[in-house]
């Protein structure tokens, strides 16, 4: 029998410090953040302590205009051309920390979305795992944000946000919107965990809805995101990308419920319930995602298309989330098998991320735009590009890669100690639909 204290209308867990911060999902987690910190670490001391921007090497240049030139200049490849690293690499505007952000981040928000929906249409297992479903999915969000936080942590990217604010512009309006969409979440977690089950049940309907229309919201402006960059056309020729980006976040997160499910609700009385409706709803997202697929091929130029698909340095990205992100879990949805579709939960998540991926860097692989006869800046020095070697892409990282590493730690540390404290797994057993 669980002891709780309840405050708040919250019944919190006595739980000890060991068992708080020692069990083994959070070992596991420490891991992964080790492997992160490593990363942070080496890009951090890349960014700020490297050899063409340390203090020594300014006073060495002292009041010499030539010194100075050659500082500014060796201070200019650093910011925008050191072979060493992706990310500060200019010739790649974003990497593998905004793939990471765009999958971790759409797939939490698009779980969200379909557990809210799943409550709104009185799905009968809805009740019984929103809670954690919800909780898993704002550990996402936050998995993602750092991801993010590590690419805007070069200070003069923060530096530029602030001395030259652009309220219109995609990444400021992302600033209002987490600060609504993320306390509102936690608002939504609260009443499905609360002990004041009346005042829940009458506010019920109205945060369903609002929860909708807040997570519309912010896939419609991450769509923005995008579309607002130079025309591009993986970011900026998909039809409605806002509802590309749920659709497919919506995969992410089908796959990531079904692999929670087998390993924190399968002794739950339930879990064959909710696997069979994890599974319906996978199929349903795979055939739309299909849909905007050939969509896509239709739209986008075909010539960009070809080099995407046939020789581009990620052809094999698109390739295998056709196969693994769409192809597999469409098939593995139908069987009455749990290992089966378990399967096909993995083979989803592999394969969105190889979607992401491949539209984060396909953005940028033939950078140069039809609209103005394929010379646009992006074909000057500051990219530097040219017609004969049209691909910017350069393979992230390793320290990159430890990073995104250490941010899936970071979000299986948030939901393992939330679901510790608030006992998220068990503590909606017993509601129903009403």
Wanted: hydrophobic share 55%.
């Amino acid at each position: 029998m669980k002891n709780y204290i309840n405050c708040c209308g919250l019944n919190i867990n006595r739980v000890s410090f060991t068992e708080l911060f020692f069990n083994k999902v959070m070992l596991i987690a420490y891991v992964l953040i080790a492997i992160g910190l490593v990363g942070w670490y080496e890009l951090f001391h890349l960014r700020y302590f490297h050899d063409f921007i340390s203090q020594a090497g300014m006073v060495a240049a002292g009041g010499d205009p030539e010194a100075l030139k050659h500082a500014a200049i060796a201070l200019k490849e650093q910011i925008f051309n050191l072979p060493e690293i992706e990310e500060v690499n200019k010739a790649e505007p974003w990497g593998v920390f905004v793939t990471q952000y765009v999958y971790l981040l759409y797939g939490g928000s698009a779980l969200i979305f379909l557990t809210a929906l799943g409550e709104l249409f009185h799905v009968k297992v809805a009740p019984k795992v929103a809670a954690a479903m919800m909780t898993f999915g704002i550990s996402m969000v936050f998995g993602g944000l750092i991801s993010i936080a590590s690419d805007l942590g070069n200070l003069l990217h923060i530096y530029w946000m602030v001395l030259n604010p652009q309220p219109q512009a995609g990444m400021w309006l992302m600033l209002p919107l987490y600060s609504i969409y993320i306390p509102f979440t936690f608002i939504e977690i609260y009443f499905l965990i609360t002990s004041k089950r009346d005042l829940a049940k009458k506010l019920a309907l109205i945060l369903v809805i609002l929860s909708l229309c807040i997570d519309l919201g912010e896939f419609y402006i991450q769509g923005l995101l995008f579309n607002q960059n130079t025309p591009r056309h993986l970011w900026t020729d998909i039809p409605q990308l806002w509802i590309y980006f749920l659709i497919t976040g919506g995969i992410t997160g089908i796959g990531g419920a079904i692999i929670f499910a087998f390993l924190g609700l399968r002794e739950k009385p339930y879990f064959d319930d909710f696997i069979k409706i994890a599974a319906k709803t996978g199929i349903v997202l795979t055939v739309l995602a299909a849909i905007y697929e050939i969509t896509d091929f239709m739209l986008v130029d075909p010539k960009w298309v070809n080099l995407m698909i046939k020789g581009s340095p990620i052809s094999w990205m698109y390739w295998g989330w056709l196969i693994l992100g769409i192809v597999i879990p469409f098939i593995l949805f139908f069987s009455k098998s749990k290992g089966a579709v378990l399967i096909g939960g993995i083979s989803a998540v592999i394969g969105a991320f190889l979607m992401r991926q491949a539209f984060i860097f396909g953005g940028n692989i033939v950078p140069m735009s039809a609209r103005v006869d394929g010379l646009g800046y992006q074909a000057n020095s500051v990219y530097q590009l040219d017609a004969i070697t049209p691909y910017a892409y350069i393979a992230p990282h390793s320290m990159e890669w430890m990073i995104i590493i250490g941010c899936l730690g970071i979000g299986i540390a948030i939901f393992a100690l939330l679901d510790k404290i608030f006992d998220i797994r068990n503590v909606t057993d017993s509601y129903e639909h009403h």
